[in-house]
């Protein structure tokens, strides 16, 4: 996957204009490094894909059946507490931090870091990297 950062720290996004352009470019995907950094990200190959849509599989089946919790696509936007907005590959919360959020929250990307987070690493990503991109959270990513 090809990523692209841009300094946007003189524009200054709100959190509703950021919000904002995510839905009106759903083409891309986009987040932002807790600097305020826009972080523009390439649609993954077929191979990626498929791993990456079993790996959802799993997560969901494994939540239904458990039943105490709810999983997340990489559609799904998390505005985590250092500031950054994150879309991990898969991502499971408890059902408690769910129903603790109004449901408008629950419309918009969610503010708070998952309990659960899976990044699958492509051949291009770097480990440092997807290390970097979960560091200083409430939560450890599984590469």
Do not use: Y
């Not at 498929?50 to 997560?59: D, K």
């Not at 507490?81 to 991990?88: E, F």
């Amino acid at each position: 996957m090809t990523t692209l950062t841009l300094d946007l720290q003189s524009i200054n996004l709100t959190d509703e204009q950021f919000f904002q352009l995510c839905q009106d470019n759903d083409d891309f995907k986009f987040e932002r490094n807790a600097n305020g950094d826009l972080i523009i990200m390439s649609p993954t190959g077929g191979s990626t894909g498929n791993r990456n849509g079993r790996l959802n599989q799993q997560l969901f089946n494994w939540s239904d059946s458990d039943g105490t919790g709810i999983a997340f696509d990489s559609s799904t936007g998390f505005k985590l507490p250092n500031g950054a907005d994150r879309s991990p590959d898969a991502s499971w919360i408890p059902l408690q931090s769910w129903n603790s959020l109004t449901p408008q929250q629950q419309e918009k990307f969610l503010p708070l870091c998952p309990d659960f987070v899976i990044e699958l690493r492509s051949p291009s990503d770097s480990l440092t990297a997807i290390r970097k991109k979960w560091k200083n959270t409430e939560t450890m990513a599984l590469v």
